[in-house]
């Protein structure tokens, strides 16, 4: 049984890091130490092949083609969509909706189910750690139809408290839209508990999952979530792709978002009737390719195994936590007990500008900048952060080179 | 080290980041405006004091990286003195300095902005360098706000 535990859990490095083309390639004629995959994930071979495979030999429109290339296509795209329903174990395809990726699944939900559902003095709840896309959108619909955006503040290490979420959700609220894992702060919110709650007052929940996606198996009936958004360039997908998750009732009871050709089931002057879910919410000649890759990321997800993933990634956090902390003036941003593999951090008397550039030429990839969450950089009182992002590539020999440029910033700024 | 991260981060840039001059609000000033870079939240202010078309003083108050903050404090202490017209053509030469590679960084025309051809090496952070530029630019029109963008 031990051996067994190991072997689920063991993950080759060595031969995750051969998939990967890009990471061949040597910036400054150095190794390169890819550590933003918070801000997009590198593409393994097999997405890049599926991708260009359907270029070659599938490409065409979808669903109403009658011709051999349009069937090819047409299955390869719903059969995308099979592999999503499962790698999110949604109940049915009609529960998927392929979008351009986590904003633009946000904004579906804002402007259907927001402009149907919410008005005038209704409140929605969303948390400090929102990225700007769980944000903006429902300012917009606050201002449009005079509801209230309320937000459930964060402590010093970056968590959300359950009391907190208790005491903000009363019979105004009409949705929580809030992170699984903080983009900035790598915190991961105690999802399920919020949506129990929220449940408990039938309040429906959208959970954002742009950055817990690639870090951990997300099963939606499990979590019980209304809505989950899924960006596919973060989950080693090509970009401009992504799922919204709706529960079916709750998607089927919405108006459409954009009009156009394959949402509609027929069309004339007198009236129009729309198609059935989930191709209502699938105006226009979608990103076909896209989704073909995105599924192919996920049976290369699927094919790791999430709990290799996880225990690596963990293992990452932890070395790079520890070594980061031995530099002088440095300080993380963003220590709550249950992180994801992201660290944040800042230094004194070094702008994170600099310290991106700096490292950059040492070969090593961050992030650096507002995160585009400028109201947790308002709450710690900085204008921007360094961020480092692990994934199932990185290793910790990624973690010192960091660490040593680093070293190397700290000694030339003083 | 990379050369080029050492052609970036001189002594003197790296000297004005640490103490930078001209750094706070004067008691009086004829002209001001304020300086934002959206992509890093960058923010300068600039404070001039102008007579009969000649920079008497000039201060600066913000927070940014050290490109910002060494070109604010550089940039105030070349133009006092100068007319208006001589420090908008000096902007000019500036821009070209820290875009252009054929532009030869000789000491003897570009005096201490020398310091920032480096800079071309790194098209991310030219709008570091320019951000107190355009907004001294900016307090002379009187236009109050101005952004990278």
Do not use: C, W
């Given at each position: 049984m031990s051996d067994q535990t190991h072997l689920t859990t063991a993950l080759d490095v060595d031969a995750i890091r051969s998939d990967f083309p890009i990471l061949q390639q040597k910036p400054y004629g150095r190794e390169l130490a890819y550590l933003d995959n918070g801000a997009t994930a590198q593409k393994p071979q097999c997405v890049i092949a599926a991708v260009n495979t359907y270029y070659r030999e599938q490409n065409?429109?979808?669903?109403?083609?009658?011709?051999?290339?349009?069937?090819?296509?047409?299955?390869?795209?719903?059969?995308?969509?099979?592999?999503?329903?499962?790698?999110?174990?949604?109940?049915?395809?009609?529960?998927?909706?392929?979008?351009?990726?986590?904003t633009e699944a946000i904004n579906l939900i804002a402007y259907t189910f927001g402009r149907s559902q919410i008005g005038e003095g209704d409140e929605i709840l969303v948390s400090e750690m929102e990225h700007h896309s769980n944000i903006v959108p429902w300012q917009i619909l606050c201002e449009e139809r005079g509801c209230t955006?309320?937000?459930?503040?964060?402590?010093?290490?970056?968590?959300?408290?359950?009391?907190?979420?208790?005491?903000?959700?009363?019979?105004?609220?009409?949705?929580?839209?809030?992170?699984?894992?903080?983009?900035?702060?790598?915190?991961?919110?105690?999802?399920?508990k919020v949506i129990d709650i929220a449940h408990s007052?039938?309040?429906?929940?959208?959970?954002?999952?742009?950055?817990?996606?690639?870090?951990?198996?997300?099963?939606?009936?499990?979590?019980g979530c209304d809505f989950y958004t899924v960006s596919g360039h973060k989950l080693f997908g090509p970009t401009g792709i992504g799922v919204l998750y709706g529960r079916e009732e709750i998607l089927e009871n919405m108006p459409p978002f954009h009009g156009g050709g394959d949402m509609i089931r027929s069309v004339s002057f007198s009236g129009t009737e729309y198609n059935s879910?989930?191709?209502k919410f699938e105006a226009g000649t979608p990103n076909i390719a896209g989704t073909i890759g995105l599924a192919e990321a996920m049976k290369y997800v699927d094919s790791i195994g999430y709990d290799a993933i996880h225990a690596h990634e963990q293992d990452l956090l932890a070395y790079a936590t520890e070594k980061l902390q031995t530099i002088d003036g440095l300080r993380i941003i963003g220590t709550a007990e249950n992180k994801a593999s992201v660290i944040s951090f800042v230094m004194d008397g070094i702008h994170p500008h600099d310290i991106g550039s700096f490292v950059d030429r040492q070969g090593v990839a961050i992030r650096v900048g507002h995160h585009c969450t400028q109201p947790v950089m308002e709450k710690f009182g900085i204008p921007a952060t360094s961020r480092a992002s692990f994934t199932m590539y990185n290793t910790r020999e990624e973690a010192d080179r960091l660490v040593e440029a680093l070293q190397m910033v700290r000694e030339m700024f003083g | 080290m990379n050369d080029e991260i050492k052609e970036l981060y001189q002594q003197v840039i790296l000297d004005h980041n640490k103490n930078p001059r001209n750094f706070g609000t004067p008691d009086s000033c004829s002209h001001d405006a304020n300086g934002h870079n959206p992509l890093c939240g960058d923010t300068v202010h600039v404070y001039l004091t102008v007579n009969n078309g000649v920079i008497e003083d000039a201060h600066f108050k913000g927070a940014g990286c050290a490109i910002s903050k060494a070109s604010a404090s550089i940039m105030t202490d070349i133009v006092r003195g100068k007319s208006v017209e001589e420090a908008k053509k000096l902007f000019e030469a500036f821009h070209k300095l820290i875009v252009d590679d054929s532009i030869e960084p000789d000491v003897d025309v570009y005096g201490k902005l020398a310091v920032f051809a480096g800079v071309r090496e790194f098209p991310s952070r030219v709008k570091c360098a320019s951000l107190a530029w355009h907004t001294m630019q900016a307090a002379i029109d009187n236009t109050n706000e101005v952004t990278t963008e």
């Open positions: 065409s429109n979808i669903h109403r083609g009658v011709h051999f290339l349009s069937e090819k296509a047409t299955k390869a795209y719903e059969g995308a969509r099979t592999t999503v329903k499962n790698f999110l174990n949604a109940r049915s395809e009609k529960e998927i909706v392929f979008v351009r990726g986590t955006l309320k937000v459930v503040p964060i402590s010093d290490s970056g968590e959300i408290s359950i009391e907190d979420v208790q005491q903000l959700i009363n019979e105004r609220t009409k949705l929580v839209s809030m992170v699984y894992v903080s983009n900035s702060l790598g915190t991961v919110n105690p999802i399920k007052h039938d309040i429906p929940v959208l959970v954002d999952g742009a950055q817990s996606t690639p870090h951990m198996r997300v099963d939606v009936q499990e979590l879910l989930p191709f | -």
